[in-house]
C-alpha cells in the first residue's frame, strides 16, 4: 500500500430534524453575520428555507442572501458571492444546497481571503490559498460528496472548462444532512446523484495499486452495493425515509478518503475529465455524464490493460453478485451490469439520445486530455478518449 495521510475534519449532524444544531455550530466557529448561499430557488418552495433563516433568527445570527447560484456553477456566481460577502463584513458562509451551491460557497470562501481574481486559486493558477472564510453546508440533494470533501469545480469562462478548487481550508466546518430534505429532488436529478456516487466510487476503485489495498477496495464495494440496493428504491417512492437515508450517506461516504484513492497508485479521474466537457459543452447534468461514459470507458480500461481482469472480476462477484468463475466473462458481465444499472434508473442510454452531436467527439476528446493523459488503471490518451466517446455515441 502506498503512503498517504488522512485528515477529514468536517462534522456531520444526520438524520431527521438535525437542523437544530445549525446556530449553535455556527457560533462554535465564530460566525455572527452569515452569507447565505443557495441556488435557483428550490429551498424556498420546499421549505428548507424557511427552516434554515427561522434557525438563525431565533439564534440573533444575522444572514444576507446570496441566491442563484447555478448547476455546473460559473465563475460569475463565484464573484458576486464575493462581492456580496465584503460589502456585507460577512465572516461566516453557508451553503443550503447541492454540490453546485457548496463548490461555489468554497470558492467564495477561498475568494474573499485573496486580493487578486479567484480562477487564480483554480488548481494550475498561480494563486495559492493562504487562508479562507469558514463555511458549513445543509445539504438538500446527494451526490457529489461536496458536504465532506475539500473540493469544488467551478466553471470559467474559457470554452466553460470546468476547474477544481481544492485546499483542507475549504473542508465544511459541519454537514446537515436530513434525508427529508432530498425527498423533493426531481427524479432526474436525484438519479443523477445516485450514478454519480457510484461513478466516484468506481474511478477509486479502478486505480493501479489496487492489488494491496483490500481495506479501501472492500470498503468502496459494500458502499457500491449500498447505492445499487438503495436508489431504485428512491425512484419508487422518492419518500422513502431509508433509501434516501443510505443514498445521502453512501454519497458522502464514496468520496470521504476512506475507500478514496489513498494507498493507490493516484488518478486522473479520466471519467469525470470526460463527463466535465460535456457538462462545458452542453451544460449537461453531472451524474448523466457520466452514466453516459462509465460502461464504455470500463470495457475500454479491460481492453486495454487485461492485467486488471482479476479487478473487474472481483467488482462483478462483490457488488453484483456475478458467480461466472471465469475472471475473463466475469469482468465483461460486471460491467454489463453497471449498464443495466444506468438503464434501470432512467439515464439516457447514449450520447446521442442525450443530445451530443458525433461532429463535436473529436473536440470533447481534444478538451479532456489538454491538460494531459486522464490516466488511472493505465493511461488513456486523446486518441483512447475518442474512442470511448465514439462507443459511448449509439
Ligand atoms: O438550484 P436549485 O433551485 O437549488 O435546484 C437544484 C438544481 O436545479 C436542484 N435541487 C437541489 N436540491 C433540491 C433540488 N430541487 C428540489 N429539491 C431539493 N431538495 O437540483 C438541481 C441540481 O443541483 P446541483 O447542486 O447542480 O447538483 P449536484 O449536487 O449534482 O452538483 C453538481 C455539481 O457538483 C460538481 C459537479 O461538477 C457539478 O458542478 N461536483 C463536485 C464535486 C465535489 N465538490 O467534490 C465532485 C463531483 O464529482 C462533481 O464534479
Ligand atoms: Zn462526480
Known sequence: MENFSFYVPTTIHFGKGQIENLSSSIKQFGGSKVLLAYGGGSIKKNGIYDAVTNELKKADIDFVDCDGIKPNPPVSDVRKGIQIYRENSCDFILAVGGGSTIDAAKAIAAGVCYDGDVMDLMAGGHGEINAAAPLASVLTMAGTGSELDMGGVITGEKNH??????????????????????????????????????????????????????VQNMMNEGVMRSIIKNAPKVL???????????????????????????????????????????????????????????????????????????????????????????????????????????????????????????????????????????????????????????????
Not at 477544481?164 to 444532512?177: E, V
Open 161 to 214: 472548462k470546468k476547474h477544481t478548487i481544492m485546499h483542507p481550508f475549504l473542508y465544511p466546518k459541519f454537514s446537515i444532512l436530513d434525508p427529508t430534505y432530498t425527498f423533493s429532488v426531481p427524479e432526474k436529478h436525484s438519479m443523477a446523484g445516485c450514478f454519480d456516487a457510484l461513478d466516484h466510487l468506481l474511478e477509486c476503485y479502478f486505480v493501479a495499486g489496487s492489488e494491496t489495498t483490500d
Open 236 to 394: 419508487a417512492n422518492p419518500e422513502d425515509y431509508d433509501a434516501r437515508a443510505n443514498i445521502m450517506w453512501a454519497s458522502s461516504m464514496a468520496l470521504a478518503g476512506f475507500q478514496f484513492v489513498a494507498g493507490k497508485k493516484g488518478s486522473k479521474w479520466p471519467m469525470h475529465g470526460m463527463g466535465h466537457e460535456l457538462s462545458s459543452l452542453y451544460d449537461m447534468t453531472h451524474g448523466v455524464t457520466l452514466a453516459l461514459i462509465a460502461p464504455s470507458y470500463l470495457a475500454y480500461t479491460l481492453e486495454k490493460a487485461p492485467q486488471y481482469t482479476w479487478l473487474f472480476a472481483n467488482f462483478a462477484r462483490n457488488v453484483f453478485g456475478v458467480s461466472e468463475a471465469d475472471d475473463a466473462t466475469a469482468a465483461k458481465l460486471g460491467i454489463g451490469k453497471v449498464k443495466e444499472f444506468a438503464d434501470r434508473i432512467n439515464m439516457p442510454k447514449n450520447l446521442k439520445e442525450a443530445g451530443v452531436e458525433e461532429s463535436k467527439l473529436e473536440y470533447l476528446a481534444e478538451k479532456a486530455t489538454e491538460w494531459g493523459s486522464l490516466t488511472a488503471l493505465c493511461e488513456i490518451n486523446k486518441d483512447d478518449t475518442l474512442e470511448i466517446f465514439r462507443r459511448a455515441f449509439n
